[in-house]
C-alpha cells in the first residue's frame, strides 16, 4: 500500500504519518532501519524501517525508495488488514443504524473515503425514517427534525454538512475525498446519534428526577437578553 496521505519526516527518528492499522494520523518512531544495498541501483537507494505507531503501539514494516538527499513516502509493507478494537456504538441506538456506521468505519479503514461518506449519508436517511421523517428531500426531513426540536440548530448544521459532503460521495466527480473528511464526517454522524438516542434519553431521566433543577421548556439563559431561541446565538 502506497502512502498517498500527507506525510513528514519530522527528524532522523520519527515520522508523521496515516497509520493503516488504527486510522490514525500520528507519530511512528523508527525502531530500526537498513539501507539495502542488494535493493539500490543506479543512483537510487532502497531503505527499509521498522515503524512503531505511537497512537495503537504497533509495529509496521515499511520500505522506502530514494537518494541520498531525498526520500519518497514510505510504502508500508506489513499493513494487514486488521482493525483496532474500538468500543461499540451504544445499544440504544438502532441495529441497522449501528451497521451502516460499522460499515463507514470499515470503510475508513481500508481507505475507501468515498464510500465511507456514502455511509454516512445512509446513516442521517436512516435516522429520518426512523424518526419518521419521510418527506422526499433529506434536506426537508432535517429541516423538519429541526422545526419539531428532535435536534438544535447546531445539530441541524452538523446534518446539513454532512448531507452535502454525502451527496458530492454518491454523485460522480473526479474529486478525490480526504481521509480526514471521512473520518471527520463517522465521528459527527457517531454524536448525532448518540445526542439523538443516547443523551436525549439521559437528559430526559435526569429531568424526571430533577424536575426543580430544569428550566421551563422554551426558556433559555439568553432569552432575558434579546435573543430568540433556536438560532445560533443562543447555543
Ligand atoms: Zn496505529
Redesign the pocket.
Known sequence: MTLSDPWSSVSETHFVLN?P??G?M?SFSIEAKVTSERHSWDGQNMRFMLLL?E??Q?ILIAKQEGDDDVWLAPEFLSAETKKMPRPPLHPHIPEGLRRIHEEGMTCLWAGAYTAALVMVRRILEGVCILHGFTKKTLVQNLAEMKDVGLIDWRLFEWAQALRVIGNIAAHYTDEEVAREDASDALALSEALLEYLYVFSLRFEAFKKRNPEKVMPQGQSPTQSSGSSANTPSSL
Open positions: 497509520c492499522l488504527c490514525e500520528t505507531c497512537y495503537c504497533d
